[in-house]
């Protein structure tokens, strides 16, 4: 498995029902969020706003989930301006099915 990935911070991560439903929205974001200002979700990724709808949580805690997601390496983050989008870390999903297949 990429060494940049820690095993623990990534199941411990996906251990949680609605982030596992962020990561499998973010997977085809076109589908499941509207168009935004800031362009393309496929290529910019979602804005926290947009997630924090489709969540039906607080601000904060959506923001908790995703800085989780993203320190375990299974999101990116891109600022604009005062708004951050996040989208998925493909290469850490590929590294992750490798692991499965390999090392688990």
Known sequence: MDPKLDQLEIFKA?????????LQWLKEPDKH???QEHGDCEKV????????QKCGLS??????YLTI????GLLHANRVGQWTYYKRNEE?????SKAFKTDI
């Not at 990724?45 to 924090?52: N, S």
């Open 14 to 22: 996906l251990s949680n029902k609605t982030r596992l439903q962020m």
């Open 33 to 35: 969020f509207p168009a």
């Open 45 to 52: 990724g979602v804005c926290v706003g947009l997630i924090q």
């Open 59 to 64: 601000q904060s805690t959506v923001s908790e």
């Open 69 to 72: 997601l993203q320190k375990a």
């Open 92 to 96: 850490a999903f590929t590294a992750l």
